[in-house]
T-cell receptor, first 112, second 112 residues
């Protein structure tokens, strides 16, 4: 049982480049989330989804986009990478609204 | 708005010492409360949870009691081990929205 899988684990981008962080879960969870974790800052919610075809903004959505075409996948898109987006990104999923979240191992992204 | 405040770290303890990590919250409605643990290089894992006042969550020797009168959910363990070294996050979820709110994390190092 893989749980939540994120790819890639590490990536270095140049300013202005774009990329997609992949997230997939095999638990048939409806709820999926993207967070960024900056040193000493805890987790900040970027976007979330309550089911296929439905997405909504979290606390820090600027500079990011998401889509949810299937229950399993919830990719996060950076269109014009900026140094402020250097962070560790975590994807999570949950069975329901108030249920514990299951996290992937994270993607460490550096933008130079 | 909803928020969680954790005691600042880092915390360094000797093996078999008693651990307390303080967590207080501000929330509208009736939140569920969670403690997550993050080991180096990994995503967050659920440690324990409590969904209503006076509930006690427990797991792996850790405990936390949901105190509505003091809006607190302090994490305790009677005898820590080196393997407990990690970052601990307090989190809440209210039934008025779809978001989890995480504290900034408390780093624990246990020395032999």
């Amino acid at each position: 049982n893989a749980g939540v899988t994120q790819t890639p684990k590490f990536r270095i981008l140049k300013i202005g480049q774009s990329m997609t962080l992949q997230c997939t879960q095999d638990m048939n969870h409806n709820y999926m989330y993207w967070y960024r974790q900056d040193p000493g800052m805890g987790l900040k919610l970027i976007y979330y989804s309550v089911g296929a075809g439905i997405t909504d903004k979290g606390e820090v959505p600027n500079g990011y986009n998401v889509s949810r075409s299937t229950t399993e996948d919830f990719p996060l898109r950076l269109e014009l990478a900026a140094p402020s987006q250097t962070s560790v990104y975590f994807c999570a999923s949950a069975y329901g609204q108030n249920q514990p979240q299951h996290f992937g191992d994270g993607t460490r992204l550096s933008i130079l | 708005g909803d928020s969680v405040t954790q005691m600042e770290g880092p915390v360094t303890l000797s093996e078999e010492a008693f651990l307390t990590i303080n967590c207080t919250y501000t929330a509208t409605g009736y939140p569920s409360l969670f403690w997550y643990v993050q080991y180096p290089g990994e995503g967050l894992q659920l440690l324990l949870k409590a969904t209503k006042a006076d509930d006690k969550g427990s797991n792996k020797g850790f405990e936390a009691t949901y105190r509505k009168e003091t809006t607190s959910f302090h994490l305790e363990k009677g005898s820590v081990q080196v393997s407990d070294s990690a970052v601990y996050f307090c989190a809440l979820h209210t039934n008025t929205g779809n978001q989890f709110y995480f504290g900034t994390g408390t780093s624990l190092t246990v020395i032999p």
